[in-house]
């Protein structure tokens, strides 16, 4: 057991710093209330990472137990079985970090005050590390006597009445019940009277240069959230192991966009009944609702895919899974069949499966892909490759030389050289013509992230590939994704997600304008599946402000939405399986009038 607790305390501790280490957030104190109770009484708390824990203790014939009342005693739990000799030990090894051990005092003040003291005799190595600061709550002596009591002994003092009148450099930090000022229970947020009282409370304490505690606090990420936000110095928690990575996350999961990007609200005069010759499928790579949600909170409520009316929900099953990777889902749009996961344009027995590069091309369209991932990434090669595994990138690469693409734009430089013998390699600035099949390179593997100085905007690529595909005066069949909405769902990082997704946006709001200058095109916006089951749980539209939380680094099984602007945009209403996308496109394109 020992050598077990031993691991899990390496363990968490280096899983801990890591995570402080990639993302500079602010920490909050957590203290761990009642932590006698938990099961693994000081562990629970200090492996986690709370600045303060909480140790009730009763004085009985002379020795100090940790317990609520008399009635509680457990025999041989006292004192220093439970904390003090564990914290002498990681003291001798090096180990101790920084903390409070808030005594509270169940029996009379002043006789269990002398006994602590006493047994602290024993432990002179707490006394003078500087790490382990003795608070004493509950039970207190008098502020007068605050000072008969050596140095390393303070006070939670709790009453704010006499802050300017006690021995202040005695008190560690001042506490209040809670239910004194509010009935909140933790959800939503407190009434505006209340959320004043706390801050007024807060602001006092902190004038007087004290941290401030709560005490009978509900035990929520809500609760955690405002009181941290109000300014409570240690938050109140019987779930030390939840309260501290949601509140060091807290920053992290928050994104604020200072200034909006600019919308495009679509014209809606194309003939709704008209068959239309050009189609843009455009996939958000792990852009469920709450990605798209997110973003339009973060962009003050304004969002392009948001102007599009007809509205469908599609569920992304794999063949062989309820979470699918991008390499079914892909295949799913791209050729109307279901597979298993990593599949690339065959089915589950690897039967080839005829794709819409494959099938427009047929009919004399031109084709094109536009990603921000490499042009070998399982979404793009799922509308020109045939292979059972998403990590054959030579036999990916060998089925984009063979295939009917006139023209991708997209990373993955590093494979330009084998390329090279079927497609013109250009600069995006130099795509002028599609006379013969066309590559142009926006990274080594995916695309620079937006913002960056070497970063192509989607939209630009968008627009460039339009005005070639348009010239040719012919029907396309125009493939666009947004791959790293996604890669930001697998980290977990809310500013890359909102990044990547008003990204896509804006080559939503390109490709709108074009459907409204062409008129006969049609532009169907989706995703291939949901990642990090991403969740909205606090936000401000105004101040362009969203926080959020987290289920999973992996894809989830939640259906995701479609978006379809343009002539038979009605026919993609409803809830159906993602292959339906493929139908409706052929159907819409290719119907006999
Ligand atoms: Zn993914």
Redesign the pocket.
Known sequence: MKLCIILFLTMSLCAWSQHAEKRKEITYKVHSHNDYQQGFPFWNAYINGAASIEVDIFLKKDSLYVAHGEHEIIKGNTLEKLYLDTLQRLSASNDLRELQLLVDIKSEAYTTLDKLIEVLENYPVLQKSGKIHFVISGNRPKPGDYTNYPDFIRFDHQDLSNLNTIPLEKVALVSLDFKRYSVWNGYGRLVESEWEAVKRIVKKVHSFNKPFRFWATSDTKTAWARLAQLGVDFINTDKPERAVPFLNQMEGNTHRQEAPIATYLPEYDYPKEAQPKNVILMIG??NGLAQITASLIANHGQLTVMGIKDIGLVKTAAYDDLIT??AAGATAMATGSKTDNRAIGVGPNGERLQNLVELTSEKGFNTGIVTTDAIYGATPAAFYAHRKERDDSRGILEDLISSELDLFIAGGRSKEVILQKNFKIVELEQLTDLEQPVAIFLGENKTPPPNQDDSYPLSKSVQHALKVLDKKKEPFFLVIEGAKI??G??ANDIEKIIGEMLDFDQAIAEALRYADTSENTLVVVTAD?E?SGLGIIAGDIQGGTVQVDFLTV??TGIPVPLFAYGPQAHTFGGSYENTEIFEKIIGVLFHEE
Do not use: E
């Open positions: 790579d792990g990777d991008s996604d890669s769902g697998h599946h990642t992996d894809h």
